[in-house]
Protein backbone atom coordinates (compact mmCIF):
# COMPACT_ATOMS: atom_id res chain seq x y z
CA UNK A 1 0.00 0.00 0.00
CA UNK A 2 1.46 3.37 -1.05
CA UNK A 3 2.02 6.27 2.02
CA UNK A 4 -1.18 8.85 1.46
CA UNK A 5 0.11 11.30 3.50
CA UNK A 6 -2.80 12.22 5.72
CA UNK A 7 -5.87 10.81 4.45
CA UNK A 8 -9.60 12.43 4.77
CA UNK A 9 -12.57 10.18 3.90
CA UNK A 10 -14.63 12.94 2.43
CA UNK A 11 -17.93 11.37 3.16
CA UNK A 12 -19.31 9.27 6.02
CA UNK A 13 -22.65 8.89 7.72
CA UNK A 14 -23.41 7.93 10.99
CA UNK A 15 -27.23 7.70 12.86
CA UNK A 16 -28.98 6.75 15.77
CA UNK A 17 -32.37 5.27 14.95
CA UNK A 18 -33.82 6.57 18.14
CA UNK A 19 -32.37 9.99 18.17
CA UNK A 20 -33.81 11.18 15.02
CA UNK A 21 -36.86 10.58 12.25
CA UNK A 22 -34.87 9.18 9.14
CA UNK A 23 -36.69 8.92 5.91
CA UNK A 24 -34.16 6.42 5.07
CA UNK A 25 -32.56 3.91 6.10
CA UNK A 26 -35.92 1.75 6.42
CA UNK A 27 -36.83 -1.70 7.48
CA UNK A 28 -36.65 -2.58 3.01
CA UNK A 29 -32.76 -1.94 4.19
CA UNK A 30 -31.52 -4.84 6.71
CA UNK A 31 -28.04 -4.61 6.30
CA UNK A 32 -28.13 -0.34 7.26
CA UNK A 33 -31.37 -0.50 9.77
CA UNK A 34 -30.24 -0.62 12.77
CA UNK A 35 -27.81 2.40 14.59
CA UNK A 36 -24.16 3.42 13.46
CA UNK A 37 -21.77 5.17 15.34
CA UNK A 38 -18.18 6.63 14.66
CA UNK A 39 -16.55 3.86 17.45
CA UNK A 40 -18.02 1.10 14.36
CA UNK A 41 -16.56 2.82 11.76
CA UNK A 42 -12.74 3.61 13.63
CA UNK A 43 -12.86 -0.50 14.05
CA UNK A 44 -13.48 -1.21 10.40
CA UNK A 45 -10.73 1.31 9.27
CA UNK A 46 -8.00 -0.23 11.29
CA UNK A 47 -7.15 -2.29 8.36
CA UNK A 48 -6.63 1.21 6.31
CA UNK A 49 -4.58 3.96 6.68
CA UNK A 50 -7.43 6.27 7.25
CA UNK A 51 -8.03 7.90 10.70
CA UNK A 52 -9.70 11.06 9.46
CA UNK A 53 -13.93 11.05 8.37
CA UNK A 54 -16.01 13.90 7.35
CA UNK A 55 -19.89 13.62 8.12
CA UNK A 56 -22.13 14.11 5.95
CA UNK A 57 -26.20 14.86 6.94
CA UNK A 58 -28.64 12.53 6.36
CA UNK A 59 -31.77 14.22 7.71
CA UNK A 60 -33.69 17.12 5.81
CA UNK A 61 -36.03 19.39 7.87
CA UNK A 62 -33.78 19.63 10.94
CA UNK A 63 -31.00 21.54 12.71
CA UNK A 64 -30.62 19.06 15.50
CA UNK A 65 -28.64 16.80 13.64
CA UNK A 66 -25.72 19.23 13.11
CA UNK A 67 -25.70 19.26 16.83
CA UNK A 68 -25.62 15.92 17.08
CA UNK A 69 -22.77 15.42 15.06
CA UNK A 70 -20.78 17.82 16.96
CA UNK A 71 -21.91 15.81 19.96
CA UNK A 72 -20.42 13.29 18.33
CA UNK A 73 -17.14 14.45 17.53
CA UNK A 74 -16.54 15.85 21.09
CA UNK A 75 -15.58 11.91 21.84
CA UNK A 76 -14.26 10.81 18.64
CA UNK A 77 -11.63 12.99 17.17
CA UNK A 78 -11.67 10.98 13.82
CA UNK A 79 -14.35 13.57 12.94
CA UNK A 80 -12.99 16.55 10.98
CA UNK A 81 -15.52 18.33 9.33
CA UNK A 82 -19.62 18.21 9.38
CA UNK A 83 -21.53 18.79 6.43
CA UNK A 84 -24.74 19.89 7.69
CA UNK A 85 -28.30 21.01 6.86
CA UNK A 86 -29.85 24.21 7.27
CA UNK A 87 -33.37 25.42 6.23
CA UNK A 88 -33.03 26.66 2.28
CA UNK A 89 -36.07 27.83 2.16
CA UNK A 90 -36.03 30.20 4.44
CA UNK A 91 -33.22 32.37 3.40
CA UNK A 92 -34.44 35.03 6.19
CA UNK A 93 -32.82 32.80 8.96
CA UNK A 94 -30.11 31.12 7.16
CA UNK A 95 -27.81 33.67 7.66
CA UNK A 96 -28.26 33.48 11.60
CA UNK A 97 -28.23 29.96 11.86
CA UNK A 98 -24.92 29.29 9.57
CA UNK A 99 -23.54 32.34 12.03
CA UNK A 100 -24.77 30.08 14.98
CA UNK A 101 -23.41 26.64 13.70
CA UNK A 102 -20.31 28.37 12.50
CA UNK A 103 -18.82 28.78 16.10
CA UNK A 104 -18.07 25.41 15.81
CA UNK A 105 -14.96 24.77 13.48
CA UNK A 106 -16.30 21.70 12.43
CA UNK A 107 -18.58 23.17 10.07
CA UNK A 108 -17.55 22.69 6.58
CA UNK A 109 -20.75 23.12 4.56
CA UNK A 110 -24.15 22.26 3.52
CA UNK A 111 -26.18 19.37 1.62
CA UNK A 112 -29.88 18.84 1.03
CA UNK A 113 -31.11 15.22 -0.25
CA UNK A 114 -32.97 16.28 -3.05
CA UNK A 115 -33.92 12.92 -4.16
CA UNK A 116 -36.82 13.61 -1.69
CA UNK A 117 -37.75 16.89 -3.31
CA UNK A 118 -39.11 18.68 -6.98
CA UNK A 119 -36.80 18.09 -9.34
CA UNK A 120 -36.89 22.22 -9.59
CA UNK A 121 -35.86 22.33 -6.10
CA UNK A 122 -33.00 23.33 -6.23
CA UNK A 123 -33.90 26.32 -8.86
CA UNK A 124 -36.46 27.37 -6.03
CA UNK A 125 -35.57 31.36 -5.82
CA UNK A 126 -35.32 31.22 -1.94
CA UNK A 127 -33.18 28.36 -2.42
CA UNK A 128 -30.63 30.63 -4.40
CA UNK A 129 -31.16 33.02 -2.25
CA UNK A 130 -29.70 30.71 0.47
CA UNK A 131 -27.11 29.34 -1.85
CA UNK A 132 -25.64 32.87 -2.23
CA UNK A 133 -25.46 33.10 1.65
CA UNK A 134 -23.81 29.87 1.80
CA UNK A 135 -21.25 31.36 -0.40
CA UNK A 136 -20.42 34.63 0.99
CA UNK A 137 -20.26 32.64 4.17
CA UNK A 138 -17.11 30.47 2.82
CA UNK A 139 -18.78 27.28 2.88
CA UNK A 140 -19.51 24.36 0.23
CA UNK A 141 -22.40 22.48 -1.16
CA UNK A 142 -22.48 18.91 -1.72
CA UNK A 143 -24.70 18.10 -4.41
CA UNK A 144 -26.51 14.86 -4.53
CA UNK A 145 -28.21 14.19 -8.41
CA UNK A 146 -27.97 12.34 -11.34
CA UNK A 147 -28.89 12.56 -14.91
CA UNK A 148 -31.13 14.23 -16.21
CA UNK A 149 -30.66 16.80 -13.16
CA UNK A 150 -27.55 17.02 -13.44
CA UNK A 151 -26.87 18.40 -16.94
CA UNK A 152 -30.15 21.00 -16.15
CA UNK A 153 -28.56 21.92 -13.25
CA UNK A 154 -24.67 22.12 -12.29
CA UNK A 155 -23.48 24.29 -15.08
CA UNK A 156 -26.31 27.23 -14.08
CA UNK A 157 -25.69 26.50 -10.24
CA UNK A 158 -21.98 27.00 -11.28
CA UNK A 159 -22.02 30.25 -13.15
CA UNK A 160 -24.84 31.91 -11.03
CA UNK A 161 -22.61 30.98 -7.43
CA UNK A 162 -19.23 31.24 -9.13
CA UNK A 163 -17.40 31.43 -5.53
CA UNK A 164 -19.20 28.85 -4.13
CA UNK A 165 -17.58 25.33 -4.32
CA UNK A 166 -19.96 22.40 -5.15
CA UNK A 167 -18.81 18.72 -5.33
CA UNK A 168 -21.08 16.30 -6.98
CA UNK A 169 -21.91 13.34 -4.37
CA UNK A 170 -21.03 9.77 -5.89
CA UNK A 171 -19.55 10.58 -9.17
CA UNK A 172 -23.12 11.68 -10.18
CA UNK A 173 -24.98 7.75 -9.95
CA UNK A 174 -23.88 6.55 -12.72
CA UNK A 175 -25.85 2.87 -13.75
CA UNK A 176 -22.28 1.30 -13.49
CA UNK A 177 -24.97 -1.95 -13.04
CA UNK A 178 -25.43 -1.64 -16.58
CA UNK A 179 -22.20 -2.50 -17.35
CA UNK A 180 -19.71 -1.17 -19.73
CA UNK A 181 -19.15 2.65 -20.25
CA UNK A 182 -19.05 2.84 -24.06
CA UNK A 183 -21.51 0.79 -24.49
CA UNK A 184 -24.84 2.13 -26.15
CA UNK A 185 -26.71 3.19 -23.43
CA UNK A 186 -28.61 5.96 -23.11
CA UNK A 187 -28.41 6.77 -19.74
CA UNK A 188 -24.50 6.62 -19.62
CA UNK A 189 -24.39 8.07 -22.44
CA UNK A 190 -26.42 11.10 -20.80
CA UNK A 191 -23.99 10.55 -17.68
CA UNK A 192 -20.64 11.23 -19.15
CA UNK A 193 -22.16 13.87 -21.01
CA UNK A 194 -23.48 15.59 -18.13
CA UNK A 195 -20.15 15.08 -15.64
CA UNK A 196 -18.01 16.60 -18.60
CA UNK A 197 -20.04 19.26 -18.89
CA UNK A 198 -19.76 19.57 -15.13
CA UNK A 199 -15.98 19.46 -14.91
CA UNK A 200 -15.97 22.61 -17.08
CA UNK A 201 -16.51 24.75 -14.49
CA UNK A 202 -13.73 25.15 -11.84
CA UNK A 203 -16.17 25.49 -8.62
CA UNK A 204 -17.64 22.60 -9.64
CA UNK A 205 -16.01 18.79 -7.99
CA UNK A 206 -16.11 15.33 -8.02
CA UNK A 207 -16.72 13.12 -4.84
CA UNK A 208 -15.59 9.31 -5.97
CA UNK A 209 -17.98 7.86 -3.50
CA UNK A 210 -21.44 5.89 -3.81
CA UNK A 211 -19.39 3.29 -5.98
CA UNK A 212 -20.47 -0.44 -5.11
CA UNK A 213 -23.84 0.32 -4.72
CA UNK A 214 -24.40 1.79 -8.01
CA UNK A 215 -22.66 -1.78 -9.37
CA UNK A 216 -24.12 -5.07 -9.07
CA UNK A 217 -24.86 -5.42 -5.13
CA UNK A 218 -24.24 -8.89 -5.36
CA UNK A 219 -20.92 -9.46 -7.74
CA UNK A 220 -18.79 -6.12 -8.01
CA UNK A 221 -15.88 -6.00 -8.70
CA UNK A 222 -12.88 -3.23 -9.34
CA UNK A 223 -13.03 -3.39 -12.69
CA UNK A 224 -16.44 -2.53 -12.92
CA UNK A 225 -15.93 1.12 -11.75
CA UNK A 226 -12.50 1.57 -12.97
CA UNK A 227 -13.87 2.96 -16.00
CA UNK A 228 -16.31 5.34 -14.41
CA UNK A 229 -13.57 6.68 -11.88
CA UNK A 230 -11.05 6.79 -14.43
CA UNK A 231 -13.63 8.99 -17.01
CA UNK A 232 -13.89 11.59 -13.91
CA UNK A 233 -10.23 11.90 -13.11
CA UNK A 234 -9.89 12.77 -17.00
CA UNK A 235 -12.41 15.50 -17.22
CA UNK A 236 -12.30 16.67 -13.61
CA UNK A 237 -8.65 16.72 -13.28
CA UNK A 238 -7.26 14.51 -10.03
CA UNK A 239 -7.46 18.08 -7.86
CA UNK A 240 -11.05 17.98 -7.72
CA UNK A 241 -11.31 14.64 -6.91
CA UNK A 242 -12.11 13.47 -3.64
CA UNK A 243 -12.29 10.15 -2.00
CA UNK A 244 -15.31 8.68 -0.14
CA UNK A 245 -16.34 5.67 1.43
CA UNK A 246 -20.08 6.39 1.72
CA UNK A 247 -19.72 4.27 4.98
CA UNK A 248 -22.14 2.73 6.23
CA UNK A 249 -23.92 2.57 2.88
CA UNK A 250 -21.65 0.33 1.15
CA UNK A 251 -22.76 -2.77 3.21
CA UNK A 252 -25.84 -3.15 1.02
CA UNK A 253 -23.17 -4.39 -1.67
CA UNK A 254 -21.49 -6.56 1.39
CA UNK A 255 -18.77 -4.85 1.42
CA UNK A 256 -16.02 -3.89 3.87
CA UNK A 257 -14.22 -0.68 4.26
CA UNK A 258 -10.87 -1.89 3.26
CA UNK A 259 -12.20 -3.24 0.12
CA UNK A 260 -14.05 -0.03 -1.26
CA UNK A 261 -10.70 1.74 -0.31
CA UNK A 262 -8.80 -0.53 -2.22
CA UNK A 263 -11.03 -1.17 -4.75
CA UNK A 264 -11.01 2.94 -5.55
CA UNK A 265 -7.08 2.88 -5.15
CA UNK A 266 -6.81 0.09 -7.58
CA UNK A 267 -9.29 2.53 -10.07
CA UNK A 268 -6.51 5.06 -9.75
CA UNK A 269 -3.90 2.96 -10.52
CA UNK A 270 -2.70 5.06 -13.46
CA UNK A 271 -2.62 8.63 -10.94
CA UNK A 272 1.22 9.31 -9.54
CA UNK A 273 1.36 9.40 -6.04
CA UNK A 274 1.42 12.62 -6.08
CA UNK A 275 -1.97 12.87 -7.53
CA UNK A 276 -3.80 9.87 -5.42
CA UNK A 277 -2.59 11.82 -2.52
CA UNK A 278 -5.03 14.17 -3.02
CA UNK A 279 -7.70 11.94 -4.21
CA UNK A 280 -7.23 10.36 -0.95
CA UNK A 281 -6.74 13.45 2.01
CA UNK A 282 -5.22 16.46 0.86
CA UNK A 283 -8.06 17.66 -1.80
CA UNK A 284 -10.74 17.21 1.13
CA UNK A 285 -8.66 19.80 3.38
CA UNK A 286 -8.75 21.86 0.51
CA UNK A 287 -12.07 21.68 -0.43
CA UNK A 288 -14.22 21.90 3.00
CA UNK A 289 -11.28 23.85 4.33
CA UNK A 290 -11.12 21.41 6.94
CA UNK A 291 -9.67 23.75 10.43
CA UNK A 292 -9.28 21.38 12.95
CA UNK A 293 -5.92 19.48 13.58
CA UNK A 294 -5.94 15.82 11.19
CA UNK A 295 -4.84 12.64 13.28
CA UNK A 296 -1.98 11.13 11.64
Known amino acids: MMELGTPVDAHCHFWDLQAMDYVWPTKEHPALFHNF ?8 MKESPFKNVIFVQVVNNTVDENYWAFDLAKKHKSIVGVVGWVDMTKPETVGDTINKLQENPLLVGFRHITELEDPDWLQRPDVNKSLSIIQDKGL ?8 PLTSRLVPKLAR ?16 IKDGDIDKPDFNIH ?3 EDMRNAAKYPNVYCKLSGLVTEADLNKWKPNDLKPFVQYCVEHFGA ?15 NATYSQVFC ?13 KSGIF ?15 K
Open 37 to 44: YPEDLEEE
Open 140 to 147: TFDLLIRP
Open 160 to 175: DFPQLKFIIDHIGKPN
Open 190 to 192: EWK
Open 239 to 253: DRCLFGSDYPVYKMA
Open 263 to 275: AVEECLEECTDEE
Open 281 to 295: GKNAVKFYNIRVPLN
